[in-house]
């Protein structure tokens, strides 16, 4: 307070028009406003009774009051009467500041907010236990607090509304809800969702959860005072829901908020706000679920915003985020186009929106790696380039142009695009490395590149970098499953047990906590399954194999059409085959081959594995002419797989020529499968039991010593 105030006496007997202190007030705030001075019957009327002073004070402040409401200044001189005629009454003093409260609530005029606070302190001041005064003078300061965004603001609005609760015994004595509270019960309502309003704000400083908890324990308070609670309260309580939900990352929350705000719009469904909270509560519900149901929930509530205000670019803006998640995790190309389609609407609104900009170069990129479209890449390129000139400190624009090069690197597939791509996520990093979606980008990087060079290292940097992206957002499921993905490649190159059992893990987790979202993601499935049936043959143990083949089975209940299904499924049967000895096994696994088959006709592995489980089969019949059957399919079969350019075929076949004592011909293959580089090492011929007759012929081993001799060489030079 100026030191003018201060100077305010509360005893109207020693003000005098000369020295009163609102004339300085005035010319702060409304400078070149001031009239030359007040009325002159209000002058005039100083030698009057009280009474009549108080009433012409009255007068006076509704004259004022009615000429603030219709923006006319002249109210300024009518508020100086009617406190110097009725100075030292509270009421006065709370009524004006009520008047430029309302007044600064309108654009261009926030500085009168300033002003109603200073009204207010006077008026409790004179009345330390005015309870409406306290609320009000909390209301102002929110107001401030959220028009210059400063939080000192906030602190002291929460301040004064917990001055008003301990003046209506609510603090005190413990809320109870009792109709009996000294304050009306509409009064207790609206002072608890303001409590509740400054609370949301200050967690939006902070990002303390507590803050958040504190926001609902006020908001649900004042709904127990309330019997129809407004479209915007229901607004306001589900955001506060939906923040909580953001900080914890607990999915629970996100369907709470969506209750509340599901209430708003059903209440009034031309509540533009509502929708968008609502699309809002839906994408994040998807986010955290991966349930394909919430984005066509989503799209429907950014549908009724963008009918009601479709000018408005954050509602395009969402709308295209949300599709372009949808279609990032999908590969689906439908939903990346619409985002594009959104990211222009919005951009034609608003052209500076790093948002924008960052968004429309992800779905371009994306669109562009899963169409094989190069000048679609180009434009992403196009577009970015000129973004980070113009927001060279926004981290999303940098993820958006790893996006991009990491795009590039699909469709060239060249490392470079890959490590250039690292570079830039790495410079976002470097703006905020609080950042799951970089640290995840920066993850899929490296896995892309080490996909390429088989560098041991970029895949350990690969799963390091997708882990930090989860700790960060641990309920995300698209993350989860990315870093589950990441281990489990990482134990394959590295041949590393622990690494398999945290996919495993992690896999377990994702499906025990997203059921209702694995009829939309069989991939999480099938995936558990790969990672299950690598524990097998890393551990040997019959029951990992048994139970990927129940995890396939579930994927066949799904989609039928699951690209491998089948041949997995046969794999599993064929490896249970040889832990168990059992012929049944191997007659189960050709069933599935042969589905498999028609799935994939030209598929030359699924041709290759058939043929060596009807080896396998043969080697467990008895029947000596069901076997020799046995072999001619296992022939065809192989034969089959090196039509379709298999070239591990000649190996196969000359083994099977082995068993059947074809050995001129096995040597023929033999000398094939080097020239067409997939011979085994010297020490494996030497090792497999299918090749023994031909190892005992005078050809093969002059064969061998011909091949070391040679790799002896190589080694040498």
């Not at 996006?403 to 830039?424: N, S, V």
């Amino acid at each position: 307070m100026t030191s003018g105030i201060c100077d305010i006496e509360l005893n109207t007997a020693n003000m005098t028009m000369q020295t009163h202190p609102l004339r300085r007030i005035f010319s702060r705030f409304f400078p070149r406003k001031i009239s030359a001075s007040i009325p002159r019957e209000a002058i005039e009327a100083q030698l009057l009774p009280e009474e009549q002073k108080k009433d012409l004070a009255l007068d006076y402040l509704l004259r004022g009051e009615m000429a603030l409401l219709q923006g006319n200044l002249t109210a300024l001189s009518l508020f100086e009467a009617a406190s110097n005629l009725d100075g030292g009454n509270p009421s006065i003093w709370y009524r004006q500041g009520l008047a430029f409260f309302e007044y600064g609530s309108e654009d261009g005029k926030e500085k009168a907010l300033l002003l109603a606070s200073k009204y207010f302190k006077i008026a409790i001041q004179m009345k330390p236990d005015f309870f409406e005064a306290w609320v009000a003078w909390g209301n102002v300061l929110l107001q401030l607090g959220r028009f210059h965004e400063e939080h000192h603001f906030l602190l002291e609005a929460k301040e004064k509304y917990g001055k008003a609760l301990e003046l209506s015994g609510e603090l005190t004595a413990g809320h109870t809800g009792d109709p009996a509270a000294k304050q009306p019960r509409e009064a207790m309502a609206e002072l608890y969702w303001d409590y509740g309003i400054v609370w949301s704000e200050i967690a939006q400083h902070s990002g303390e959860a507590l803050d958040v908890r504190l926001a609902i324990e006020a908001f649900q308070t004042s709904k127990s005072y309330q019997e129809k609670p407004s479209p915007e309260f229901w607004n306001d309580c589900g955001k506060a829901y939906l923040e909580m939900g953001l900080l914890i990352n607990d999915s629970r929350l996100y369907i709470q908020s969506i209750d509340y705000l599901q209430r708003a719009v059903a209440s009034s469904p031309q509540y533009f706000d509502g929708w968008m909270s609502l699309a809002e509560g839906y994408s994040q519900l998807y986010i955290n679920t991966m349930d394909e149901r919430y984005v066509a929930k989503a799209s429907d509530a950014y549908a009724q915003s963008a009918k009601m205000s479709p000018r408005d670019p954050d509602v395009w803006l969402g709308w295209s985020q949300l599709l372009g998640e949808s279609g990032r995790i999908n590969k689906d190309p439908k939903w990346l186009r619409l985002s594009i389609e959104k990211c222009a609407r919005a951009a034609t609104l608003d052209s500076k929106n790093s948002l924008i900009i960052s968004q429309w170069v992800e779905s371009l990129s994306l669109l562009g790696a899963a169409t094989s479209r190069l000048d679609l890449l180009i434009e992403a390129e196009h577009k970015i380039l000129k973004a980070t000139d113009h927001f060279p400190d926004d981290p999303d624009i940098w993820h958006a142009y790893g996006t991009c090069l990491i795009a590039f690197g699909h469709y060239y597939e060249d490392p470079e695009y890959y490590d250039m791509a690292i570079e830039k996520l790495q410079y976002g990093l470097s703006l905020d490395r609080t950042d799951a979606e970089l640290w995840h980008a920066l993850g899929s990087a490296h896995k892309y590149y080490a996909d390429l060079t088989d560098d041991q290292d970029l895949i350990e940097r690969a799963n390091r970098f997708l882990a930090r992206a989860m700790d960060l957002k641990p309920a995300c499921p698209a993350l989860l499953f990315d870093a589950a993905n990441a281990l489990y490649h990482f134990s394959e190159v590295m041949d590393d047990l622990p690494s398999l059992q945290q996919a495993i893990y992690h896999f377990e987790t994702l499906l025990q906590n997203y059921k209702d979202a694995i009829l939309h993601h069989p991939e999480w499935l099938y995936n558990y399954a790969l990672a299950l049936e690598w524990l097998g043959d890393f551990t040997e143990e019959e029951p990992h194999f048994t139970r990927a083949i129940e995890i396939y089975s579930h994927v066949l209940l799904i989609d039928p059409d699951f690209p491998q299904i089948q041949h997995r499924i046969a794999l599993c049967y064929v490896q249970l085959g040889h832990l168990a000895g059992e012929s049944e096994f191997y007659k189960r696994a050709i069933h599935f081959f042969r589905l498999a088959i028609r799935q994939e006709e030209e598929n030359d592995q699924i041709w290759l594995d058939w043929g060596l489980c009807l080896i396998q089969l043969a080697h467990h019949t008895l029947d000596t002419d069901f076997m020799n059957q046995l072999y001619m399919d296992a022939e065809q079969k192989i034969s089959r797989a090196g039509q379709y350019g298999n070239a591990g075929a000649y190996y196969n076949l000359a083994c099977l020529y082995s068993i059947l004592g074809r050995t001129q011909e096995s040597m023929e293959l033999i000398h094939k499968a080097l020239a067409a580089r997939s011979l085994p090492y010297p020490d494996e011929l030497l090792e497999d039991d299918w090749l023994e007759n031909l190892r005992s012929t005078p050809d093969f081993a002059k064969f061998l010593n011909a091949l070391e001799a040679k790799l002896q060489q190589t080694r040498e030079e």
